[in-house]
């Protein structure tokens, strides 16, 4: 889990299970509680361990926090069923996976090529646009620093519309795909975990960059189809995640996952 530092994970973990009768024990003095957003929402400078407010977009070649403390990230972490229409800066979504990038390369150095997950995005779901879709493409990894990716994009894709149904109508989905060999062995078995552990790291990358989201373990062999057949390519979708910027507060009906 690369937004925590490991020598939080005891103590905040601890906090964090505390029954709810228990504020004292949930919250330290210098912390707001859950439903107390003022503070967190005045945080303005992107530091190694500050986590990046909502109202503070992502420059360009800033790599997120990966100690964000652990109460903060289980606080903010719910799976958002409403968003705005905002559309998410290009600059974020590469932030956001390069991280997850580069976690599964740490997780799996010597995992098969063919199980490396795949992140193909579906912008326009919300209505407000042409439905389109792009592919992130990450970089090689330097010493020190996360690649950087970029965007190709494979224009108009009508078809993908009735994903708003089916998941939720989001600015962006991002459907995690991955190159299968074999159907019911190894190298499918690996990629499930891959695609799964990339979308939950994306998703708290989102999190601490102030978004939110919602992951959707279901494969689709419908998407599978449609992604195919316009990119031309044997990636098969394994797992979705939705991104925006939540419609609403987090205690206003919000569901943690």
Not at 18 to 45: G, K
Request: proline share 9%.
């Amino acid at each position: 889990m690369p937004l925590i530092n490991e020598t939080d994970l005891w103590p905040r973990t601890k906090r964090a299970l505390v029954p709810a009768d228990s504020p004292d024990e949930r919250t330290s003095p210098d912390r707001p509680s859950a439903q107390d957003t003022s503070r967190t929402a005045q945080r303005t400078p992107i530091s190694e361990n500050t986590p990046i407010p909502q109202s503070t977009p992502i420059p360009e070649n800033t790599a997120i926090s990966q100690s964000s403390a652990l109460h903060d990230v289980l606080t903010a972490r719910r799976s958002v069923r409403r968003f705005r229409e905002d559309s998410v800066p290009d600059t974020d979504l590469a932030a956001i996976l390069s991280l997850a990038t580069s976690t599964d390369r740490q997780m799996w150095p010597h995992g098969a090529v063919q199980s490396t997950p795949q992140a193909w995005l579906v912008s326009g779901l919300t209505g407000t646009s042409e439905v389109r879709l792009r592919r992130y493409a990450p970089g090689q990894d330097m010493a020190g620093e996360r690649p950087a990716g970029e965007f190709t994009d494979h224009g108009d894709c009508a078809v993908l519309a009735p994903l708003a149904k089916r998941y939720v109508p989001a600015p962006v989905a991002v459907l995690i795909c991955a190159e299968i060999t074999d159907s019911g062995g190894a190298n499918y078995t690996q990629a499930l975990l891959r695609a799964s552990a990339f979308g939950y790291n994306a998703w708290l990358a989102a999190v601490a960059a102030g978004l939110g989201g919602s992951v959707h373990g279901r494969s689709s062999s419908e998407v599978t189809r449609i992604v195919r057949r316009h990119t031309s390519t044997p990636a098969r979708h394994l797992f979705t995640l939705v991104l925006g910027h939540p419609a609403e507060a987090p205690d206003s009906g919000l569901d943690r996952e």
